[in-house]
């Protein structure tokens, strides 16, 4: 007998006994039943987290005039160099917002006696890139307060929605980091739970509104899944372990503890003191100079000791054209000599500096540029109806019973509701803008429409009508959103392409597509969907 290369692949799988597919199927069920809405949660604010620079760039409103860190950088950094404590000068960051705004924070490290750790100290200023005004200053450790360094409170509000669930630290990236970890047991459970793994990438969903319709949907739609989904239980349950577990462990292993010593052998180039008072060189000629070299353009700049001659300056840039990791270059910040390109982590480099530089865009999907950030929210949407269709599957095979039931209508709530909840934290978030606190503001909005899904929920009993309900809601939501970004101060269509910003259109044409496609999906209520038949799905 024969054997083509697929079968000798699923081999092992088709080799499961009755009795171990029966407890297969308990762990794959049981283990999103416990968990699942929390990891819908998670999976669906990644969706939108993939798109966090273009959404923050949408909500921000602001005009961009020349691209991220490039005019008279040296000049704001040295007039504000001036007007703060010696001692923060230490360290200083800068890096640009959504619009024209500069971020510069001189700060070194204090003990933090709420946290009773070592933190960022120290004074941060957003200056207007353009004339210099300075328009903002905040005082202290700046990292607790998002308003000092966050350009846009959206932007800011959904990606630590999506870390950390909004818990503080380091509960909510404990949480996400174990979520990660179930859902890739429930991809390897589901991969050997898929017999005929290569048949399931192509099955067609049999007709008739029955329960098996439902298992043909998810079938499919988790078969295609599959590998993506694993790449990203793995790299978000890395990001949420190695900074609660991973670098606390070394730090206490290697460094007796010392954070502040693991971080500069880590990720500082080891340079022999010298505190002899010295000029830093210039830095629009090190940003010009290291831009070249990189190929792409400058993220983020670090400087440390200021005004001595050991200090050295630190340039991030975007991957280079074809690359998949982002660009660390160093330089002497007195003779501005060009030292190299440095590793993201250690001194010298080595495949887990490779391996730790590939998890960001691994994870968020930005390496291809727009392309892969679609193709990476379309995955993102499909695995959200991964996780809903299993759920549903569970709670229709248990049908009548009065905690099921109970279930099934959370899921619903849960399953509209949160994606109402985000639009109504955007909703939110532009209607403070002109004048009131977005970062107060966006939050709220959110518990407003998540509140007003969990009350709808409770008074709406038929749940024909409760979906009919949320998905012209949702509709509403989506298409009248890009309407009251333009009447609450919000970039034109016409200036977005006159200045090249063209996430504004994204975000808008993806708002209106939203829409769309939701109120597509309603039905008026005498052509209600037939009702699943409750049969076995095999």
Request: proline share 6%; charged share 15%.
């Amino acid at each position: 007998m024969k054997f083509s290369p697929i079968d000798m692949l699923t081999a092992p799988l088709r080799a499961v006994t009755q009795a171990q597919m029966k407890r297969l199927t308990a762990i794959h069920g049981w283990s999103a039943v416990l968990l699942g809405l929390l990891l819908y949660a998670v999976v669906a604010t990644g969706t939108a987290a993939v798109f966090a620079r273009e959404i923050g760039r949408w909500s921000a409103g602001g005009i961009r005039e020349s691209a991220p860190l490039e005019g008279p950088v040296d000049a704001r950094v040295r007039a504000l160099a001036g007007e703060v404590d010696p001692a923060f000068l230490h360290d200083v960051g800068v890096w640009a917002g959504h619009d024209d705004d500069l971020h510069i924070f001189f700060h070194d490290h204090r003990l933090n006696p709420e946290s009773g750790l070592k933190e960022d100290y120290g004074t941060i200023f957003r200056v207007d890139g353009g004339t210099g005004a300075v328009l903002e200053r905040h005082d202290g450790f700046v990292w607790n307060d998002p308003a000092a360094y966050a350009t846009s409170a959206l932007q800011q509000f959904l990606v630590d929605l999506h870390v950390q669930l909004y818990l503080p630290e380091p509960w909510g990236l404990l949480v996400t980091g174990i979520l990660g970890l179930m859902m890739m047991a429930a991809v390897v459970s589901g991969l050997i739970m898929h017999r005929h793994v290569i048949r399931d990438l192509f099955v067609a969903e049999r007709p008739g509104g029955r329960l098996v319709s439902v298992r043909d949907r998810h079938v499919l739609a988790s078969s295609w899944s599959l590998p993506f989904a694993f790449l990203l239980a793995f790299t978000g349950s890395f990001f949420s372990f190695a900074s609660t577990i991973g670098f606390p462990l070394v730090a206490s292993v290697a460094f007796g503890g010392d954070k502040e010593a693991m971080s500069e052998t880590l990720f500082e180039p080891p340079v022999p003191e010298d505190p002899t008072p010295a000029r830093l060189a210039s830095l629009d000629y090190l940003l010009a100079d290291s831009t070249a070299r990189a190929g792409a353009p400058a993220t983020f700049v670090a400087i440390a000791g200021y005004g001595r001659a050991d200090a050295r300056v630190t340039v991030w840039h975007r991957p280079a054209p074809g690359g998949l990791v982002p660009v660390k270059q160093e330089f002497d910040g007195t003779s501005r000599s060009f030292l190299g390109a440095a590793p993201m982590v250690g001194r010298t480099p080595s495949a887990g500096s490779a391996l730790y530089g590939l998890m960001f865009p691994l994870h968020f999907g930005d390496f291809a540029g727009i392309f892969s950030q679609a193709v990476w929210g379309g995955l993102g949407i499909a695995m959200c109806f991964v996780i809903l269709s299993g759920l549903r599957l569970w709670v229709r095979r248990r049908a009548g019973q009065p905690l099921w039931d109970a279930f099934g209508r959370a899921m619903l709530v849960t399953g509209y509701g949160l994606p109402l909840g985000m639009l109504t934290a955007a909703w939110a978030c532009c209607i403070a803008r002109p004048a009131g606190d977005t970062f107060w503001w966006t939050p709220t909005g959110f518990l407003i429409g998540a509140g007003a899904s969990i009350l709808a929920g409770l008074l709406v009993a038929e749940p024909a009508r409760l979906t009919r309900l949320f998905q012209r809601t949702l509709a509403a939501a989506c298409l009248l959103l890009p309407l009251l970004r333009l009447a609450t101060g919000g970039m034109t269509w016409s200036d977005a392409l006159l200045h090249g910003q063209h996430d504004v259109l994204t975000v808008d044409l993806l708002l209106i597509a939203g829409g769309v496609a939701f109120w597509a999906l309603t039905k008026p209520a005498g052509a209600a969907r037939p009702a699943l038949t409750a049969e076995p799905a095999e």
